[in-house]
Structure formats: structure tokens, C-alpha cells
């Protein structure tokens, strides 16, 4: 999504060789004209699916998916990281190790939002080492619902987590997948590179 790909350019920070910061547009401040354009496209590339529910984990995954919501005229469902007074039964519950905050959260949605008869589309900011989307897939499977695939704003290619999830056999789509992030320099993966090495 070439878009995407210059909002990054413009505005990304390279804090290392595999920290990508995008806190101007993506996951502290949000571009809501980005976000329309972003959930547009994950609905047509979806739109087959049969989605019936998107879910996604908060904070950043919301806004993408909200608008992904709005386009396939689906609800939004998202996993909290934090324990709520209010949710405290009937959970679906999934540990996540964060490799940007060295830590591990339990994650959890209510049972009521998710159903076996559910096809789900998974939404998520970021795909590195693959935690978050499978901790995701983990409630799904815990629901008795069904996968539709697995939309993702940036995947860090040079990471394995796409990899994994495409040897599982879900459908992972990557609006922008980086290739590289040396010498304080964003260098993009083609799509049909990424089609050739999955043959």
C-alpha cells in the first residue's frame, strides 16, 4: 500500500535496526484520513472471507480496525491487556509476550462476543515474532470459531513472525512488509517477492 509505505518514509523513526517507531500516525497519535484508507483496503482484500466479526487487540490495533469494521459492515472486537472490574467471567484468556515492552501480558475477551458460528478477521498494528496475531488465534480456536485471516498494517519482514503464521496456513496480508531497517533506513520488501518465496 504505496500510501502507507510514504506515511512510514515521511514520518517512521528508526530507533535500531529492529524498532520502528510510528507513533505520529499509527499507535499514539492516529491519522484517521490513513486509518479510512487502511481499513478500505484490508475489507477488499477480505471482502471473500465471509468475515462476520473483526478482532483485534487494544490500544493500536483498534483504529485500523474500527475502519475495517466499517467497510465490511462487521462488529469490532478487542482483547484487553488489563484486567477491567467489569470483565470477570466467562473469559477467553491468552498469554502474549511483548518484545518491544519485555513483558507478557494475559489477554482476554468475553465468551459472549465470540461465538463457534464466527468467522473472524484478525487485525493487527504490527506482525514481528507473530505473539500477538497467534495469542489472537488462540482465543478464536478457544471460541470454536473460524479464522478468516490475519490483516496486518506493518510486518517486519526481516522477523519470522509472517512466516510462521503463513506455515500454519492462515491468510496473512501485510499492507506494508519491511524489509530492513540498517543504517537508520526503512528499505521495503516487494509484494511479489514475498509471493515468490512463499511457493
Known amino acids: 500500500m504505496e500510501l502507507l509505505k510514504e ?17 505520529s500516525f499509527l499507535n499514539h497519535q492516529i491519522d484517521p484520513e490513513l486509518m479510512l484508507e487502511i481499513g478500505k483496503e484490508f475489507a477488499a482484500r477480505f471482502k471473500e472471507e465471509g468475515v462476520t466479526k473483526i478482532l483485534t487487540l487494544e490500544s493500536s490495533g483498534i483504529a485500523p480496525a474500527v475502519m475495517t469494521g466499517l467497510y465490511l459492515n462487521v462488529p469490532v472486537v478487542f482483547a484487553r491487556k488489563r484486567k477491567s472490574l467489569t470483565l470477570v467471567n466467562d473469559l477467553l484468556t491468552a498469554e502474549v509476550y511483548s518484545f518491544t515492552k ?28 507473530g505473539q500477538a496475531a497467534l495469542g489472537l488465534a ?29 506455515e500454519k496456513g492462515y491468510k496473512v496480508e501485510s499492507l506494508a512488509i519491511v524489509q530492513s531497517l540498517a543504517n537508520s533506513k526503512v ?13
Open 7 to 23: 506515511k512510514i518514509k515521511q514520518e517512521g523513526k528508526v530507533l535500531s535496526d529492529t524498532v520502528l517507531k510510528v507513533d
Open 102 to 129: 519485555q513483558e507478557t501480558n494475559e489477554i482476554s475477551v468475553s465468551q459472549k462476543f465470540i461465538s463457534e458460528n464466527d468467522r473472524l478477521l484478525i487485525i493487527d498494528d504490527f506482525l514481528a515474532n
Open 138 to 166: 488462540d482465543i478464536v480456536d478457544q471460541a470454536k470459531a473460524s479464522i478468516a485471516g490475519m490483516g496486518i498494517v506493518i510486518e517486519k519482514g526481516f522477523q519470522d513472525g509472517g512466516k510462521q503464521l503463513r
Open 187 to 199: 528499505t521495503f520488501t516487494q509484494v511479489e517477492e514475498m509471493e515468490e518465496s512463499s511457493k
